[in-house]
Antibody
Framework: QVQLVQSGAEVKKPGASVKVSCTVS????????MHWVRRAPGRGLEWMGG????????IYAQKFQGRVTMTEETSRDTAYMELSRLRSEDTAVYYC???????????WGQGTLVTVSS | QSVLTQPPSVSGAPGQRVTISCAGT?????????VHWYQHLPGTAPKLLIY???NRPSGVPDRFSGSKSGTSASLAITGLQAEDEADYYC????????????FGTGTKVTVI
């Protein structure tokens, strides 16, 4: 059974960056394909990007390219998502999720609320 | 700007059957890619409800069922219960976009 535990809520000012962590237990991070999904208030689920094992690369949704960086620290079984140049519209709950290999998301972290406010 | 379109809301009385549609295109559902469904209850993480068009993960009641035909898919909930009140999302793969994993616009199910 995979468990994903995310870091705590963050409050950031516009223009700042945020880095959210996701620690895996039950499996090792190298056995998983980690992705990130967010949900902003009043909006739907939005895929941000993740590791594509077919290409061996991290892929990002077009909307976030240039602003998001997803990394992994395999020695700690921890994945990170850093979003820069934050704006108020980035206020959302951010989830780490595991891609099954057939393009669906089975395991979800508990979510991290990021609030962007001046 | 999602490529998968769902109705914003559906409602039903307890015990009734409701269906949620998910309309795609020839580059996602119509290209043969599977459709998956998630339930999102307030204050919790989304939960995988249906994968591979019609398969239920362990623990998901058989009141939930999924189907796919052509460029669309649907989720049916039979014997609607109060705890089914939530947001539901379809999701698939799209081969025409750099955004390969795509979610539907989401549907709010209300139990009246």
């Amino acid at each position: 059974q995979v468990q994903l535990v995310q870091s705590g809520a963050e409050v950031k000012k516009p223009g700042a960056s945020v880095k959210v962590s996701c620690t895996v237990s039950g499996y090792t991070l190298t056995q998983l394909s980690m992705h990130w999904v967010r949900r902003a208030p009043g909006r739907g689920l939005e895929w941000m990007g993740g590791f594509d094992p077919e290409d061996g690369e991290t892929i990002y949704a077009q909307k976030f390219q240039g602003r998001v960086t997803m990394t992994e620290e395999t020695s700690r079984d921890t994945a990170y998502m850093e979003l820069s140049r934050l704006r108020s519209e980035d206020t959302a709950v951010y989830y780490c999720v595991t891609d099954s290999g057939t393009y669906y998301f089975y395991y979800w972290g508990q979510g991290t609320l990021v609030t962007v406010s001046s | 700007q999602s490529v998968l379109t769902q109705p914003p809301s559906v409602s039903g009385a307890p015990g009734q059957r409701v269906t949620i549609s998910c309309a795609g295109t020839s580059s996602n559902i119509g290209a043969g890619y599977d459709v998956h469904w998630y339930q999102h209850l307030p204050g919790t993480a989304p939960k995988l409800l249906i994968y591979g068009n019609s398969n239920r993960p362990s623990g998901v009641p058989d009141r939930f069922s999924g189907s796919k035909s052509g460029t669309s898919a649907s989720l049916a909930i039979t014997g609607l219960q109060a705890e089914d009140e939530a947001d539901y999302y379809c999701q698939s793969y799209d081969n025409s976009l750099s955004d390969s994993r795509v979610f539907g616009t989401g549907t709010k199910v209300t139990v009246i």
